[in-house]
Nanobody
Framework: QVQLVESGGGSVQAGGSLRLSCVAS????????MAWFRQVPGKEREFVAV????????WYADSVKGRFTISRDNAKNTLYLQMNSLMPEDTAVYYC???????????????????WGQGTQVSVSS
């Protein structure tokens, strides 16, 4: 079993920055695909960014491309999401997800991930 704990959320004004962290425990996740999703009330969970094992092959949602950066420190079993130029539409609960065996075509699908964190709230005001 893998436990994921997110932190770093908060309230910022538009144009500001936040850095989210997701610490994994229970198993080493260097061989896991790890991703960030976000969700607002009444909507489905939305893909944000994904890092394949060992940090290679990064993909982003078009809505965050150029503003968000996903990275991982396998020595610390930690995933990060650096969020710059935040906009009010980025307001959501952000979730960390991990899976040890996921095919490329499923990397952006929330239902493909076995492990999830509890989420951290990000609020961006205009």
């Amino acid at each position: 079993q893998v436990q994921l704990v997110e932190s770093g959320g908060g309230s910022v004004q538009a144009g500001g920055s936040l850095r989210l962290s997701c610490v994994a425990s229970g198993r080493t996740v260097s061989c896991y695909a790890m991703a960030w999703f976000r969700q607002v009330p009444g909507k489905e969970r939305e893909f944000v960014a994904v890092s394949r094992p060992s940090g290679g092959n990064l993909w982003y949602a078009d809505s965050v491309k150029g503003r968000f950066t996903i990275s991982r420190d396998n020595a610390k079993n930690t995933l990060y999401l650096q969020m710059n130029s935040l906009m009010p539409e980025d307001t959501a609960v952000y979730y960390c997800a991990a899976d040890p065996s996921i095919i490329q075509s499923s990397l952006k699908r929330s239902e493909a991930y076995a492990y999830w964190g509890q989420g951290t709230q990000v609020s961006v005001s205009s």
